[in-house]
């Protein structure tokens, strides 16, 4: 990976990280196609490895084949190890591999990380990678330990495997898991809708690695001096409390009524943070109400912060969206944050990101209803599911055509390395005229 590092002539930054992603979705899915990778022994389809890989790589979780009932160890393991990668960071990981070999980062080498991680500048951006593993293999190793009293005494040492798996994917917010083999294929965490205390690890997990490395080393700098935190740390906690609170208070009081109270907080709580692109469940998503699956469709695609384990459209996006609303209405010439002031281009980003991410989604979900025959609500579930990398499902992906299933695979990709990354990448020169073309007023709205 570190010859990723090392291309230097003609690619930019955004066209390495591309590279990055797709060389080791490749990598995976070569090992996967092979007989050791199935419990069958058998070798495995190109279309299945490639969409598993991806999904891997993504930090998806949406799947064709049950991870646990299909794969042998060494499958899992392959896919165990893809979903580390995508969730650090294909460039980050290779950028560890150049420090552990002692060689010196060079300027370009350190502005493809800086883009990789959205690191806010170039300066200390080794630091803030050493940071990045040190956090990841820290709290993956404290959510193993807190899982091994659920998995241990249920089923013996294979609950020490299930136990990493589990943390590694719930903190990477990949949402794969291991237990279609003990209640049924495709079943997620169903099994433990009751239980409080694997509610509260994997969401734990899931939030801590949604909020992003960057807020997580400003935070644990700055201790508990909140006003000294930097406006969009401040925009992520405050976002992110809001997008976890709100929903748990409608689905308590909406959805899941034929189930305890108290079972039913659980299970609301743990819905209303697993849309945030982590992709495990504890409850029936087909059974919901259309407008509690057009609340965990917003959520998908909204997504987790910049410069974290998760996907989607990112919680900053939505804030900005949302303030320059709030300037509109008030009149205000720019959207503003705790004090300080947001750019116009900033909001341009934002807006566009929005647009991207909806339009290939719908028209994405309106070819596969055509193709599949099946309703565009069920369509655009799966399709927020997979551009927001979260995984989560309705049952129908594995029973979808070659065409769809591309179309999947393209979205997750998309989600994951992010829609203004791929347009840098694809339109790497700027314009650089000076020329501005004359003012006309247009009415919207």
């Not at 593993?133 to 404290?142: C, D, H, P, T």
């Not at 087909?286 to 912060?305: P, Q, Y």
């Not at 900053?316 to 010439?333: C, D, E, K, M, W």
Request: with cysteine; proline share 3%; glycine share 8%.
């Amino acid at each position: 990976m570190s010859i990723i590092l090392s291309v230097k002539e003609k690619l930019t930054s955004f066209q390495i990280i591309i590279l990055g992603f797709a060389s080791v979705i490749i990598l995976g899915t070569i090992l996967l196609m092979l007989p050791f990778s199935s419990k069958a022994g058998v070798a495995t389809s190109f279309m299945d490895a490639l969409f598993t890989s991806v999904s891997a790589v993504c930090v998806t979780g949406l799947v064709v084949v049950d991870t646990a009932s299909y794969w042998s160890f060494w499958g899992q393991l392959v896919i165990l190890i893809l979903i580390q990668i995508g969730g650090l960071g294909v460039i980050t990981v290779a950028s560890l591999v150049v420090m552990l070999a002692g060689r010196k980062i060079s300027l370009m080498q350190r502005q493809t990380m800086q883009n990789a991680i959205s690191a806010p500048q170039v300066g200390g951006i080794v630091k803030l990678t050493r940071f990045i593993f040190k956090i990841s293999f820290l709290v993956e190793a404290i959510g193993t330990l807190l899982l091994l009293p659920v998995f241990v005494p249920k089923y013996k040492l294979a609950g020490v495997w299930m136990s990493l798996f589990h943390a590694v994917s719930a903190f990477c917010n990949a949402g794969f898991d291991l237990m279609g083999n003990k209640t049924g294929e495709f079943s997620s965490l169903t099994s433990f809708s009751s239980s409080g205390y694997l509610t509260v690890v994997i969401a734990l997990l899931i939030v801590i690695g949604g909020i992003g490395f960057v807020t997580w080393s400003d935070v644990i700098s700055r201790k508990l001096v909140i006003r000294e935190y930097k406006m969009q740390t401040k925009v992520i906690l405050v976002t992110t409390a809001i997008l976890i609170v709100v929903p748990v208070i409608i689905f308590y009081f909406t959805e899941f009524q034929d189930i305890p109270a108290k079972e039913r907080f659980w299970v609301s709580l743990f819905q209303a943070v697993t849309p945030r692109t982590a992709g495990f469940n504890t409850a029936d998503f087909s059974k919901m109400s259309g407008t509690g699956k057009g609340i965990i469709m917003i959520l998908m695609l909204i997504g987790g912060s910049p410069g974290s384990t998760a996907g989607g459209m990112k919680t900053t996006t939505l804030a900005i969206l949302f303030a320059n609303a709030v300037a509109v209405f008030g009149s205000r010439p720019n959207a503003n944050f705790f004090g300080r002031r947001i750019e116009d281009s900033i909001v341009k980003n934002a807006s566009t990101i929005l647009f991207m991410y909806v339009t290939c989604a719908f028209m994405s979900a309106s070819v596969m209803s055509f193709v599949e025959g099946l309703p565009i609500g069920d369509c655009l579930f799966e399709t927020f599911s997979a551009i927001g990398t979260v995984g989560l499902t309705l049952g129908i992906t594995p029973t979808l055509s070659l065409l769809s299933r591309i179309m999947l695979v393209m979205l997750m990709f998309f989600g994951r390395v992010g829609g203004l990354t791929i347009i840098y990448a694809a339109f790497s020169h700027k314009d650089k005229s000076i020329l501005k073309y004359p003012t006309e007023n247009i009415i919207v709205g």
